[in-house]
């Protein structure tokens, strides 16, 4: 969803993910099931990161692009004892199922099964994470690299999958389980602590550190280096769907537009051109109306400028900042 309006409990929502906990049902996102022996080579191939370094109870984000390296959508990877769970956005879940089934050739030994119908997920957001963590008995994930995971059991839940890794910048877990314990995983983490975050209160946090979205920020028209998704990347991997663009625009430094953030003064919609003086210089994806004003996101040619750089958007007048998610910084 590329524009938010927020309420009074949006907003405590979000300063609890900023000061304390909240959690927020995921469950409309997609969960794919990657299993066979091939699996590992299989998401080696067809996405950006390095999966073929991930031992079971590990995970990463990674980009699934098209062969021109435009971007399809943002994915996290948890790599199990015999198979791969990936966390997809809700409106990406058909698509990917198609677009990976395609790429399954006869001898590949790969199945791919969607079980977002048979499974939850929900997400503490929080400095607080760790303490909802402890309360209900489970410890060892915390300090653990983001991606860490494993099963544990919130009583009477006993197949709880937690991963580290909030989904945002802000730190936290995002937990799997089947759709049957939602209601009893849902309460022990209210009971814990933990402030109900909505979609929409999601959504304006994610547009404000910057999470690209599809439809939004992950388009036919940008590539991952122009996102600032750098972490999701392994340059030093074999061949892999979109490598030669993303390698040669690494290589020539030749990203020619970024992703940023946009402080603005009044409201205005998604879509409007970016304007310096009487040039466009972008496009806006993304906008949320907030408890502190107006803010969006937005990709900016780089010969504009960057990080202060004052801008037009419609009829609202704004400032470019940084946003925490996406970097860019050439590795």
């Known amino acids: 969803m590329p524009t938010s309006t927020?309420?009074?409990?949006?907003?405590?929502?979000?300063?609890?993910?900023?000061v304390g906990v909240a959690i927020c049902d995921r469950s409309s996102w997609g969960r794919i099931q990657v299993s066979g022996d091939d699996r590992l080579n299989f998401l080696h191939n067809q996405s950006t990161n390095n999966f073929q370094i991930l031992k079971p109870g590990q995970g990463c984000d990674t980009?699934?692009?098209?062969?021109?390296?435009?971007?399809?959508?943002?994915?996290?990877?948890?790599?199990?004892?015999?198979?791969?769970?990936?966390?997809?956005?809700?409106?990406?879940?058909?698509?990917l199922m198609e677009w990976l089934d395609k790429y399954i050739f006869f001898a590949d030994k790969v199945e791919l099964s969607d079980i977002t119908q048979y499974t939850n997920t929900f997400s503490l957001i929080g400095p607080e994470s760790d303490a909802v963590l402890e309360k209900l008995g489970i410890g060892e994930l915390i300090g653990q690299p983001n991606g860490s995971h494993q099963v544990y059991m919130i009583a009477p839940a006993e197949k709880v999958r937690i991963a580290v890794g909030s989904g945002l910048v802000a730190p936290?877990?995002?937990?799997?389980?089947?759709?049957?314990?939602?209601?009893?995983?849902?309460?022990?983490?209210?009971?814990?602590?933990?402030?109900?975050?909505?979609?929409?209160?999601?959504?304006?946090?994610?547009?404000?550190?910057?999470r690209p979205a599809p439809d939004s920020e992950l388009?036919?028209?940008?590539?991952?280096?122009?996102?600032?998704?750098?972490?999701?990347i392994s340059f030093n991997k074999g061949?892999?769907?979109?490598?030669?663009?993303?390698?040669?625009?690494?290589?020539?430094?030749g990203v020619k537009q970024y992703l940023f953030g946009i402080r603005l003064s009044s409201p205005t919609e998604?879509?409007?051109a970016i304007v310096v003086g009487d040039e466009k210089?972008?496009?806006?994806?993304?906008?949320?109306?907030?408890?502190?004003g107006y803010f969006g996101l937005g990709y900016i040619r780089t010969k504009a400028g960057g990080v202060g750089l004052k801008v037009q958007?419609?009829?609202?007048?704004?400032?470019?900042?940084?946003?925490?998610?996406v970097s860019h910084e050439y590795p």
């Open 281 to 292: 210089v972008g496009k806006l994806t993304s906008y949320t109306e907030t408890a502190n």
């Open 172 to 210: 936290g877990y995002t937990l799997n389980f089947p759709y049957t314990d939602k209601a009893t995983v849902w309460n022990k983490l209210l009971e814990a602590g933990a402030v109900e975050m909505s979609d929409r209160a999601w959504d304006t946090l994610r547009i404000l550190q910057g």
């Open 63 to 95: 980009v699934f692009v098209t062969s021109t390296a435009r971007t399809i959508d943002l994915a996290t990877a948890y790599v199990t004892e015999d198979a791969v769970i990936l966390l997809v956005s809700p409106n990406r879940r058909q698509f």
């Open 313 to 325: 958007v419609g009829e609202s007048e704004g400032e470019v900042v940084e946003i925490p998610f």
């Open 239 to 253: 061949c892999y769907i979109g490598q030669e663009t993303i390698a040669r625009l690494n290589t020539y430094k």
């Open 219 to 232: 388009t036919d028209d940008y590539n991952p280096l122009e996102v600032g998704l750098w972490q999701t």
């Open 270 to 272: 998604v879509g409007s």
């Open 6 to 18: 927020i309420d009074d409990k949006d907003t405590a929502a979000i300063e609890a993910a900023r």
